[in-house]
């Protein structure tokens, strides 16, 4: 039962809220369903002036409880700025996207949350901020590797997206059986290129695992290497043979694995094309 | 109705009589009746596919605070009936119960709770103390009838109420055979013989309100049933029969529903709620959670085999049809949807042999019901892939091979005469056939020529593919529907009509029936439909009868009434009443002089021999003349994924007259995406021992605007005599066309022939691998 | 827990629990436009309003996030005596079946217009793509919208 719904209009009283034992809430659209909880209070923190999007010299700066329509809505330059609405976009429908933020799509632990495939390939950071105004600032994949203690009696307040001048070339692959159905596999790579060769290769799996991960022994073998058709096929297959893949009932693991890998593939095909020289 | 005249009101899309009231959301649904003071009804599911209730003891249910009744299987008649929404006598098995001591699927009834909340209610049902004996499921339908197998229906009671076989032993509600000829010696002659089985896959209607009943005690002790249902005629029997009460003492109310599309021709709530209305004497409120609303009714699965005989100029020889068709715990609907697999397919093509194997089977499963298509869904995805198959073999063009064996206007088939709904059918001959119109219309509109053979290179290849498709209008013999009509002071009218408008349009498409003879605009008819109390009787909404059934009841009325007005106006005008003529709202004598409808309304009810001008008409029909439609669909194949998306969808449908054109497309349109996500998206997933794991729309897809073909309905007018102005049904056909249409577009695109639906990507890679060798 | 909102223009003052959703303070309000057609999953759209002009899913809101803003249901909109351009647009179109869903698809149309005067394809299946229809095949509802757009674009010049 829900014990009380606190809508604090500023930060440090969010924070206040949540020293007491109330449950932080965005967008708030998983509240209701599942099993009925134990008496709980929650803190809405989506007035608390956490919803802006703005674009620096050096990163794009996505406020914690920034909707998903406002990141659509935004003007956010670069395949960076293309490349984080394109995993905005995947995720649901229309009305969803107006409720869910950015935040609440990283701290609530799904494996079919899109944001985090996105922004793990961006190498993007996490502001948390504590009570008493502690900040501190992660990279998204120790963030991930946390679980909720990354921001356990805090709240994300930021999330940040370097911008690396164009320099960098992504793709996103993501299959699902109708459009705004959840991901059986998504497939999001980023790299440089430089002398025809890829470079600080980003694979990320997602809906694969409770949580999106990054294919690093295929990073590894794709590593200052050209992507020829020959390399993308080879990197397809280790995907396929080597990635773990977490039950699903929807879809067999075996079908699955062998999606991961053609979207892999594709999604590395992609970058590469995109990435310009240095 | 002989032959096509000027019409002024029948032809037109005018806008449906509660459309404005829809979109300003004021029109009525069940649960926008007034709630005060109302409890909340509960059906306790059962966590078991199969088991017994030894003993079951409610008394803390009971104590539970806020907790208004609880029924248990001690505390209901034992009263055998179906819950199929059928005219009595019901080819169905008596084999339910409104509450049993036994469960025969995941989410079958174990008590019936009214509580003030639904959370009370859901609490209660936890504190039920039970003693289950657990029993062996039967899960596979192949099994279901192999000796030895669990027993689901061992209660003395079930029967079938008419002389069909039942073989509860052997888990077998229905069986058929029918033949004409002989098969044999026709395939033993034939240049090729195809013998193939496809199958089909649980589904479900998905109406966006699911069912849903409100109901009380009225102030003379009868139960009243605010219901979301097809059928309330029906409704209203079954539920006495099952309370053992008269049918007198209940009245149904349908108001505005928020679809059925067959989920509801059936009498699944109206029985426990009018045992909880009863024992409580309240009011109360019971709606099915989407999650119930999944295992409420399905689409039965079936497969459905082939063999096939053809000539070498494509002719067919013979057909011999084996049906299994998995009917889930209970048998409602079970030999009808198996029957109409032949009955609605075979007829379809000429042949000189003909022969129809049928066996339905029980299954610890959900309960496989009405659903639009209705059997012929299943079977023509068997009929129509063999046909293409066939077509590859013969090296025969695919769309000029239905044209060398479809039925056509004047011809019969020996299915229509053997094959009805558990007993033989009626013969009939084809009235009017569109047939040849939809094929060339339909092939040309996709670009079928142009595209056929043509994959394209890349890993996403592209494929066209068509299917040739009949249903039928209304039950003959069976069906009866009457439409009432009465003349008020200003010349408009009032039509109650049992029949069941479910967002079909079938208020508007009477009031136009009657409209076009009266000689007056849609809007001077105010139509009442489906109140037990007020409106005469109907079947209901299925079948596809009620434009072509209670249309004609309507149109009789009318006709009824127009002679009763021109016998006043012949008083009023002079000379016989023939010579009139009813148009613009007035009565016309051959010289030109006129009376209103309103003078003539006015001098009937208060001046002259005052009478109320009315009448009461039925109608039954002695045919069920087939509408026909062409299918033809362009699809891509992601080889490498195994994704099947439709790019573009088109089917021409024969509907005889289209009473009202924009609602006769908004039918089809509907029932070809319905369709198309049946064949590529919708499936039921179920754990081990038989519960539905994703019953909610998170997990069970059905598209929304996103995921849209290009879509283009064309409409291909006919005149069907038998028919109020020359109109056949159109509401069930085009479901039927997604299944084979994209299957063999599918294999255009790729070369693989999918036997199994869903097209799941999985499905879809595998075979392709298996392709490649 | 008590807050202030705006229901269709008028001021109202709401008193409901603190886990009430917006759903829920509707339908007490007998705006019976909203309807439930999914178990709070958000995925039907039947419960659709527009809170500051923006559709959401009210069977998943939160009541109190509608304190201080504007809701906008369907009977807001119009009525049969004088109904908005987007209601004739789906009556005129053949867009409304059993129904249901008519009244969400119409809010989300109207939001969708609000932004998108000149829509294209894309915009209108991502506007609508939060509401399920199973009678239409949302043929004739997309004629609607292009419908609605052109004549509110008309009546706007």
Same mark, same amino acid.
């Given at each position: ?278 | ?35 005060? %003071? ?103 339908? +192949? ?104 049918? +007198? ?179 009939? +001959? ?41 249903? %039928? ?182 509907? %005889? ?117 | ?22 759903? $829920? ?28 002009? $923006? ?66 394809? $894309? ?35």
């Amino acid at each position: 039962m829900i014990t009380a719904y606190h809508q604090p209009r500023a930060l440090d009283e969010a924070l206040a809220l949540v020293a007491r034992g109330a449950v932080p809430l965005a967008g708030a659209t998983g509240l209701y369903t599942g099993k009925p909880r134990r008496d709980t209070a929650y803190v809405d923190i989506t007035r608390c002036g956490l919803g802006a999007v703005e674009v620096a010299q050096d990163r794009l700066v996505f406020g914690a409880t920034a909707t998903l329509t406002r990141i659509l809505d935004a003007d956010l330059p670069g395949h960076e700025g293309a490349l984080v609405k394109k995993g905005a976009a995947s995720v649901s429908s229309r009305p969803m996207r107006n409720a869910i933020t950015i935040g609440g799509n990283l701290t609530h632990v799904a494996f079919w949350a899109d944001m985090p495939v996105v922004l793990l390939a961006l190498d993007a950071q996490v502001e948390v901020t504590r009570p008493g105004g502690a900040v501190s600032v992660l990279a998204l994949s120790d963030f991930l590797s946390q679980g909720t203690r990354a921001f356990d009696g805090g709240l994300v307040t930021r999330v940040f997206v370097p911008r690396r001048a164009g320099t960098r070339g992504f793709g996103h692959e993501r299959f699902s059986r109708t459009s705004n159905d959840y991901a059986f596999a998504t497939a999001c790579a980023a790299l440089r290129k430089e002398n025809g060769r890829a470079f600080e290769v980003h694979l990320v799996l997602g809906a694969l695992q409770p949580r999106a991960f990054r294919a690093t022994a295929v990073e590894q073998m794709l590593e200052g290497r050209p992507l020829d058709d020959a390399l993308l096929a080879e990197a397809g297959r280790k995907v396929s043979e080597t990635v773990p893949v977490a039950p699903n009932f929807r879809a067999p693991a075996e079908y699955r694995r062998e999606l991961a890998g053609v979207l892999s593939r594709r999604a590395l095909a992609a970058a590469f094309a995109q990435a310009k020289e240095a | 109705m002989s032959e096509p005249c000027d019409l002024k009101v029948v032809g037109r899309s005018v806008p449906k009589v509660d459309s404005m009231g829809m979109a300003c959301g004021l029109e009525q649904y069940v649960g926008d009746h007034d709630l005060a %003071g109302a409890l909340v009804g509960y059906i306790v599911p059962s966590p078991y596919a199969h088991a017994r209730i030894r003993r079951i003891d409610a008394t803390k249910a009971r104590a539970l605070q806020g907790v208004h009744c609880v029924l248990t299987w001690q505390d209901v008649p034992r009263i055998a009936h179906t819950t199929a929404g059928q005219g009595w006598v019901e080819p169905s098995p008596y084999d339910t119960f409104v509450l049993d001591s036994k469960v025969r699927f995941v989410g079958d009834r174990v008590a019936l709770i009214a509580a003030e909340t639904r959370e009370i209610a859901e609490e209660a049902g936890r504190l039920l103390d039970i003693d289950w004996e657990v029993l062996e499921p039967v899960l596979d339908d +192949r099994r279901a009838f192999a000796p030895g197998a669990p027993v689901i229906h061992d209660e003395p009671e079930a029967r079938m109420p008419i002389t069909a076989p039942y073989l509860p032993k052997e888990n077998t509600p229905a069986k058929a055979h029918m033949g004409d000829g002989d098969v044999d010696v026709e395939l033993a002659k034939s240049h090729l013989v195809l013998r193939q089985e496809y199958s089909t896959h649980y589904a479900q209607h998905c109406p966006i309100e699911p069912h849903v009943t409100l109901g009380w005690m009225d102030s003379r002790d009868r139960i009243v049933l605010v219901t979301s249902t097809q059928v309330p005629f029906h409704a209203r029997r079954i539920s006495a029969q099952a309370l053992g009460i008269p049918v +007198r003492r209940i009245r149904i109310v349908k108001p505005r529903i928020g679809g059925g599309f067959g989920a509801k021709q059936e009498v699944l709530l109206e029985p426990v709620m009018a045992a909880l209305v009863l024992a409580t004497r309240r009011k109360i409120l019971m709606t099915l959670t989407r999650a119930e609303e999944f295992v409420s009714r399905t689409r039965h699965p079936v497969r459905t085999g082939l063999d096939v005989g053809f000539n070498a100029d494509g002719t067919i020889n013979a057909v011999r049809m084996r049906v299994l068709s998995n009917t889930g715990a209970y048998g409602s609907h079970a030999l009808t949807v198996m029957c109409n697999c032949g009955s609605k397919v075979l007829p379809l093509y000429r042949m000189n042999a003909v022969e129809f194997e049928a066996r339905a089977v029980y299954t610890n499963l959900p309960v496989g019901g009405a659903y639009r298509g209705y059997g012929a869904t299943q079977a023509a995805f068997a009929m129509e892939s063999l046909m293409d198959v066939a077509a590859e073999r013969l090296g025969i063009e695919p769309v000029e091979l239905r044209r060398r064996n479809h039925i056509r206007e004047g011809e019969t088939s020996p299915v229509f005469a053997a094959l009805g709904e558990g007993k033989p059918g009626v013969e009939q +001959r084809i009235g009017s056939c569109g047939l040849p119109q939809c094929l060339d219309i339909a092939a040309k509109e996709i670009g079928w020529a142009e595209k056929r053979g043509k994959p394209g290179s890349g890993p996403v290849k592209r494929g066209v593919g068509m299917c040739a498709l009949m249903q %039928g209008s209304s039950i003959p013999e069976i069906d009866m529907a009457a439409v009432s009509l009465k003349m008020n002071d200003d010349g408009s009218f009032n039509l109650t009509a049992g029949a069941t408008d479910l967002g079909t349009g079938s208020d508007t498409v009477l009031a136009q029936i009657a409209a076009e003879v009266l000689g007056v605009g849609a809007d001077e008819i105010v139509v009442a439909s489906s109140d037990t109390d007020l409106t005469p009787f109907d079947v209901g909404a299925y079948a596809s009868s009620t434009t072509y059934l209670s249309g004609e009841a309507a149109r009789k009325a009318a006709l009824d009434v127009a002679g009763q007005i021109r016998v006043v106006a012949s008083a009023m005008l002079g000379g016989p009443a023939e010579g009139l003529s009813l148009r613009d709202g007035a009565v016309f004598a051959p010289d030109g002089r006129r009376v209103t409808l309103a003078e003539v309304g006015l001098r009937s009810l208060y001046e002259v021999d005052q009478h109320q001008i009315a009448s009461t008409q039925s109608a039954i029909s002695h045919k069920s003349p087939p509408p026909f439609s062409a299918h033809f669909v362009e699809v891509s194949v992601d080889t490498e994924t195994g994704q099947v998306k439709v790019l573009k969808y088109v089917a021409t449908v024969d509907c %005889g007259t289209a009473i009202n054109p924009k609602l006769a497309e908004g039918q089809a349109e509907g029932a070809v995406l319905n369709g198309v996500s049946f064949a590529l998206t919708e499936e039921y997933i179920f754990d081990e021992n038989g519960r539905m794991r994703n019953p909610n729309f998170a997990d069970y897809k059905i598209f929304n605007t996103t995921d849209l073909p290009e879509m283009r309905v064309i409409l291909v007018p006919t005149w069907e005599r038998s028919g109020p102005f020359g109109a056949k049904s159109v509401s069930e056909i085009c479901i039927n066309g997604a299944l084979p249409a994209i299957a063999n577009a599918i294999h255009d695109a790729v070369g693989i022939r999918l036997m199994v639906a869903p097209f799941t990507p999985d499905r879809v890679l595998k075979a392709l691998k298996e392709k490649r060798g | 827990m008590r807050f202030e909102t705006r229901v269709n223009g008028a001021a109202r003052q709401v008193d409901c629990d603190p886990g009430a959703t917006l759903f $829920e303070v509707l339908r007490a309000l007998g705006l019976n436009g909203v309807k439930q057609g999914c178990d709070r999953e958000g995925m039907c759209g039947a419960c659709t309003v527009l809170l500051d002009g $923006e559709a959401v899913l009210s069977c998943i809101t939160p009541a109190p996030r509608a304190a201080g803003r504007e809701v906008t249901t369907i009977e807001g909109l119009g009525d049969p005596g004088r109904p908005h351009v987007i209601q004739k647009a789906y009556v005129d179109a053949g867009a409304v079946q059993c129904g249901y869903c008519t009244p969400g698809m119409i809010l989300a149309t109207k939001s969708l217009l609000d932004r998108r005067p000149d829509p294209t394809r $894309e915009d209108i299946a991502d506007g609508l793509s939060g509401n399920l229809c199973r009678c239409t095949g949302y043929v004739k509802i997309v004629d609607a919208v292009n419908a609605a757009a052109a004549a509110l674009r008309e009546g706007s010049k």
